[in-house]
């Protein structure tokens, strides 16, 4: 079947302007991770989504960040007021359920560049 | 709470010799520990995962971990290196402290030599 899909592949930015990066899980996933890639760095841990239970979003680095995940399965992340320090990719994940032993399926990420 | 290290941010090996990149964590419970290989211009995709069964563990592509708990380590290997498994590796821990926080480590760069 199909895998974690995420839109757009790239997105070139000016400072101050608002994003909006979408995740397309594999169907049947219950839980859902973005995570932020900074250059030459490992994976920061963004916000949580599980089924219908109140996301974890302890690892949004601002308030200008946010994300919603609509009827359990598309999510979109949203950044407000986009800043040079916000470039990075950004990558989403899924699960079949949550828990410590599960595989993360990850999409191909989305190259934010703001300039 | 948990923490991943992984001592080597870049590792050169010739085509044929083997490979270690090595792993250290830290947690307060039993962890899971995996190891995803990134290359480039393609998504993550896990190698190999340890659930506390075996402590040594084999996953795709030739590559095998080992979990020492008296040393808090679980280093990656393979006996063998390939041009192919050029690529960005990473550990990665969590545990039952809490189910959305799997730690990434920074990354290790494998290069290999004709």
């Known amino acids: 079947g199909a895998g974690v899909s995420q839109s757009p592949s790239n997105k070139v930015t000016e400072k101050g302007k608002d994003v909006e990066l979408r995740c397309d899980p594999i169907?049947?996933?219950?839980?859902l991770y973005w995570y932020r890639q900074s250059l030459g760095q490992g994976l920061e841990f963004l916000i949580y989504?599980?089924?219908?239970?109140?996301?974890?979003k302890s690892g949004l680095p601002s308030d200008r960040f946010s994300a919603e995940r609509t009827g359990g399965s598309v999510s979109t992340l949203t950044i407000q007021r986009t800043q040079q320090e916000d470039s990075a990719v950004y990558l989403c994940?899924?699960?079949?359920?949550?828990?410590?032993?599960?595989?993360?399926?990850f999409g191909p990420g989305t190259r934010l560049t703001v300039l | 709470a948990q923490s991943v290290t992984q001592l080597d941010s870049h590792v050169s090996v010739s085509e044929g010799t083997p490979v270690l990149l090595r792993c250290n964590y830290s947690s307060s419970y039993s962890p899971s520990l995996f190891w995803y290989v990134q290359h480039p211009n393609k998504g993550l995709q896990l190698l190999l995962k340890?659930?506390?069964?075996?402590?040594l563990v084999k996953g795709i592509n030739g590559f095998e971990a080992e979990f020492k708990k008296s040393e808090t380590s679980f280093h990656l290997t393979k006996p063998s290196a390939h041009m192919s498994d050029a690529a960005e590796y990473f550990c990665?821990?969590?545990?039952?402290?809490?189910?959305?926080?799997?730690?990434f480590g920074s990354g290790t760069r494998l290069s290999i030599r004709p």
């Open positions: 994940a899924s699960s079949s359920t949550s828990g410590i032993f599960n595989e993360q399926f």
């Open positions: 169907s049947g996933h219950t839980a």
């Open positions: 989504f599980q089924g219908n239970s109140a996301p974890d």
């Open positions: 340890y659930t506390s069964a075996a402590t």
């Open positions: 990665v821990v969590s545990d039952y402290s809490s189910a959305s926080k799997i730690i």
